[in-house]
């Protein structure tokens, strides 16, 4: 790393940066910077905020586990202790990403919000810009997640509602809403857990289900469904694994249809591939549904001062409103001049090709896989960028000798 003089670079809060920059110090940023380590590449990691795994520590709630087993959530290169349970809970898997960013020595800038990246074609080089500094480097690795921004839909008459109104990435506890009439707005995996939390405190959650969702257990005969669908994709075509999940949840969980809970026509593993939608891993929501404890909701046709509308003529009350909408990329916002990613800020090639862009353009974490998807990326991303990495090394010490000589 140093101060750069390369053409109208030289602006005194502008770096050049041997190895890669890496936008981004979730578990993404740091698996592909624990991988570029590994194979003895050095890099630069930006962060927007002031710690590592923002998402899990600053935007999720406080009841939050791991869904998948811990064996599809670790990051290359080191495992979870032993001790950690089969789901952990976000405050241990926090903690080891903290031991991993430590274990590997990564020390991302803070409080660097990347406004801009573009590629130079003068100087062959990434300009990556922020508040305070350019980056300039070869390579430009973009960890930025799939749930970067939180979706906050327009809702008919929303401005007048005299209660408060949250997303599910502020959204900490239900003893915030002791008591109160919940307005849930949404069914994915955040809306079911944030309902069953709320119940948990004595609220009464209302949760809005628009359109279709895949529910399933989240173990099938005492093994992650997760896993059951990992293991028989080796072996036989998605469609006939989603056969065999909706067959078994059928029987364990029932008819979700009459709950209000239609299944989408697409099965859930390939509806996950195809569009990112990921299931819903029951944790308890659905035997709270059941009970009636959980009021399933037709969508809102609009908020009124005191409560909602429904599509389906119903008007009801609420205290407050939480906004279970889901997440999206921001890419688009700050990569310019290269059409790699689509404008919903997802690359266009498909897992698991997807890592690679033209010009040293590299993407970690956007391969609507999870973490198994970004371990994938990592390796791949490392083994690229150091075999370049050696090449350059290797000439410029040749080209050393030579003038020695
Ligand atoms: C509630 C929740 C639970 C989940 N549970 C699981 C699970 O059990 N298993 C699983 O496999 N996956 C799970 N996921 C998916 C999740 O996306 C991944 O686990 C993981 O967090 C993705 O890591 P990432 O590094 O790609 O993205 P993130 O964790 O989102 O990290 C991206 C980082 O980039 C930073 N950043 C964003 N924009 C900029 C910018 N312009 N400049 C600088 N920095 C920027 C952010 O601040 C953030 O720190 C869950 C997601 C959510 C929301
Ligand atoms: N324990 C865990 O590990 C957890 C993991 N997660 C993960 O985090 C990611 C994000 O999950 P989540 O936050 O649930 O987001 P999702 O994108 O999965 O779900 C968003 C939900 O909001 C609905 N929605 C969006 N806009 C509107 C609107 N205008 N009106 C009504 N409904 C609307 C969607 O309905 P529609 O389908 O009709 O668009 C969908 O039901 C997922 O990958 C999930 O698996 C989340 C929570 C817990
Ligand atoms: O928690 C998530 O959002 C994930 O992306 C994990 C995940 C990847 N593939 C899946 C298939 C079914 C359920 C969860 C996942």
């Not at 991988?35 to 939050?64: F, H, M, P």
């Not at 990564?106 to 573009?118: G, L």
């Not at 955040?190 to 359109?211: I, K, Q």
């Not at 690229?384 to 090394?393: E, N, P, S, T, V």
């Amino acid at each position: 790393m140093g101060s750069c003089n390369v053409e109208d670079g030289n602006q005194p809060n502008c770096l050049w940066i041997d190895g890669p920059i890496i936008v981004g110090a979730g578990p993404s940023g740091l698996a592909v910077s624990a991988c570029l380590k590994e194979n003895g590449v050095s890099s630069v990691i930006l962060e927007r905020n002031d710690c590592i795994a923002s998402l899990w520590q600053l935007k999720t709630y406080d009841c939050l586990k791991l869904h998948l087993p811990k064996k599809f959530c670790e990051i290359p290169l080191l495992g979870f202790p032993e001790d950690f349970p089969k789901y952990p809970t976000k405050h241990q898997f926090i903690s080891y990403l903290e031991s991993y960013a430590k274990h590997f020595s990564i020390k991302p800038k803070f409080k660097q919000i990347v406004e801009n990246a573009e590629f130079d074609h003068v100087i062959g080089a990434w300009r990556v810009k922020t508040e305070d500094c350019e980056y300039i480097s070869k390579w430009l690795i973009v960890a930025t997640g799939e749930n970067a921004e939180a979706v906050v839909p327009e809702i008919q008459g929303i401005e007048k509602f005299h209660g408060r109104v949250v997303h599910t990435s502020s959204y900490k506890s239900g003893f915030d809403f002791k008591n109160q009439r919940v307005l849930v707005v949404g069914c994915g995996n955040s809306g079911m857990e944030v309902s069953l939390d709320l119940c948990r405190h004595n609220a009464t959650p209302h949760m809005v289900v628009r359109n279709t969702v895949h529910i399933l257990p989240r173990e099938m005969f005492g093994i992650s469904t997760f896993e059951i669908a990992m293991t028989l994709l080796k072996w036989i075509p998605v469609r006939l694994v989603d056969k065999f999940l909706l067959m078994v949840a059928n029987f364990t969980l029932g008819n979700t249809e009459r709950l209000g809970l239609r299944r989408p026509k697409t099965g859930p593993i390939e509806l996950k591939n195809a569009t990112g939608k990921t299931p819903v891993l029951d944790v308890g929501a659905l035997s709270l549904i059941k009970a009636g404890k959980i009021k399933v909701m037709e969508g809102v046709r609009e908020i009124s001062r005191k409560g909602a509308k429904f599509m389906d003529g119903q008007e009801r009350e609420f205290d407050s409103i939480i906004l279970a909408t889901g997440y999206k990329s921001n890419v688009p916002t700050w990569l310019k001049g290269c059409d790699f990613f689509t404008k919903e800020g997802m690359p266009r090639t498909p897992f698991p090709n997807g890592w690679k862009g033209e010009n040293g353009l590299y993407t970690v974490g956007f391969t609507r896989r999870g973490l198994l998807g970004t371990n994938s990326d990592a390796l791949y991303i490392a083994r690229d960028i150091a075999d370049q990495w050696r090449l350059i090394k290797g000439s410029k010490k040749h080209l050393q000798q030579s003038q020695e000589k």
